[in-house]
């Protein structure tokens, strides 16, 4: 089927506004996972989802950022009172299972997010 | 924090040389993976070896695991101009929590491969 598919692909915003980027996973893929990519280096973990629930939100940098998957499929990264060092590709990968489970993640092209 | 360190940072080869990229890591891992990056965006799994193993071959792709030394390699054969991307490699931490699915990344190597 389809892959995962990300929306916007990109986003302009300005300082201090709320801004919402959506990830639709695999369809039948229970595990869901954020990263964000900043130039110049390699992805960061944010959040991973198992189902609805958020397994492991470590690697949010602070509560300004927040996740939700309500129905365990579709995912929406929430960004509060956005900063310029916000500005990065945030990237959504899901796979099939999660935990200690030697599953691929399959990501998606990202969105990249600029704030002014 | 990123955990893999991979080197060359910038790898400039002729088509149909061969390609070795080098990763090393820090801690106990459950398996190593290898990523492709075109144009700064979507990332596309290339191979994933387990901790267990020491070579894995796929197509033109073989990785080597030392996990003495917590270090991978990465070599294509025969390049295209195709392959011109940025390679990543990352690990997913040993542990045998259900939370252990995140993936600790590299910075990259950017890789180019001259027609």
């Known amino acids: 089927g389809a892959g995962v598919s990300q929306t916007p692909s990109n986003k302009v915003t300005e300082k201090g506004k709320y801004v919402e980027l959506r990830c639709d996973p695999i369809s039948g893929h229970t595990a869901l996972y954020w990263y964000r990519q900043s130039l110049g280096q390699g992805p960061e973990f944010l959040i991973y989802f198992q189902g609805t629930g958020a397994a492991d939100d470590s690697g949010l940098p602070n509560d300004r950022f927040f996740a939700v998957r309500p129905e365990g499929s579709v995912s929406t990264l929430k960004i509060q009172r956005t900063e310029r060092g916000d500005s990065a590709v945030y990237l959504c990968a899901s796979s099939l299972r999660g935990g200690p489970y030697l599953y691929t993640q399959y990501f998606g092209p990202g969105t990249r997010l600029t704030v002014l | ?115």
């Open chain 2, 1 to 115: 924090s990123q955990q893999g360190e991979e080197d060359p940072q910038a790898l400039s080869i002729q088509e149909g040389e061969n390609a070795t990229m080098n990763c090393s890591y820090k801690t106990s891992i459950n398996n190593l993976q290898w990523y492709r990056q075109n144009s700064g965006r979507g990332l596309v799994h290339l191979i994933l070896i387990r901790s267990n193993e020491r070579e894995k071959h796929s197509g033109r792709l073989r990785v080597t695991l030392d996990t003495s030394k917590k270090s991978s390699s990465l070599l294509i054969t025969a390049s295209r101009a195709a392959d011109t991307a940025s390679y990543f490699c990352a690990t997913l931490k040993d542990s045998y929590t259900g939370a252990n699915s995140k993936l600790t990344f590299g910075k990259g190597i950017t890789l180019s491969v001259r027609p």
